[in-house]
């Protein structure tokens, strides 16, 4: 299962007292260090002032609460995968190579003012986390900030476009789960075809694996 508990989905009724949230009014978001995790929390602003806790809080940020739009409103046909999409399944996907990448696709989803950064933190191991809220439906995500070199950013932005293109496929965990070759075969091995109908064909590197006792092909 994916590891999502650095995406935190923004609740429609107040964590304290379980009434509902109302449009466009104030709300305080709250993340909590679960030791396991985070755990969120979505509040009247003076729910959250009067609750009585003997935890602190892991971040905090004011926000404004936005009803989600009506059924029909969300019926938009979605012919690629959007950045924002993009971002939740690498954020879930919690693999450590491609955190440069997550990274830099907040940076690029915050200026094109889909995200919004609402807090860092700085952790007791000297990592940085930062929070981002998604402006139109409240989602948190917390992403570790890498501290990219200035020259390093332009090769992840070009990996982060490539992934968006469909250029570039994900680490995704249709891998990670693949069956292993079956023992004591010399059968060789399939690839897989592509993922969709319009799949690239994908350049293969050229396989320089020496035969033992294969003579070097003309
Ligand atoms: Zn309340």
């Keep these: 299962m994916a590891q999502d508990w650095n995406i935190k989905s923004r609740g429609h009724v107040c964590s304290v007292c379980g009434r509902p949230l109302e449009d466009k009014c104030p709300v305080t978001s709250v993340l909590r260090d679960s030791g396991n995790g985070y755990e969120r929390m979505d509040c009247h602003p003076e729910c959250w002032n009067t609750l009585e806790r003997d935890w602190e809080p892991f971040s905090l940020w004011e926000g404004v609460y936005t009803a989600p739009p009506p059924p029909d409103a969300r019926k938009e046909p979605v012919k690629k995968e959007t950045a924002g999409e993009l971002l939740r399944k690498l954020v879930a996907l919690d693999d450590p190579e491609m955190k440069n990448a997550v990274y830099v696709l907040a940076v690029m989803l915050e200026r094109s003012k889909i995200l919004v950064e609402r807090d860092s933190r700085e952790l007791p191991d000297g990592t940085v986390r930062r929070i981002y809220e998604d402006r139109k439906n409240g989602d948190s995500f917390v992403i570790l900030d890498p501290r990219l070199r200035l ?15 469909g250029t570039e496929a994900l680490p995704g965990p249709g891998r990670k789960d693949a069956p292993p070759p079956p023992a004591g075969t010399d059968a ?11 799949a690239q064909p994908q350049p293969q590197p050229p396989q320089t ?10």
Excluded: C, F, M
């Design 151 to 165: 020259d390093a950013i332009g090769s992840v932005q070009r990996q982060v476009v490539a992934l968006l293109g």
């Design 188 to 198: 060789p091995q399939q690839q897989p075809a592509g993922t969709g109908t319009d």
């Design 209 to 218: 694996e020496a035969k033992p006792g294969g003579a070097p092909e003309p």
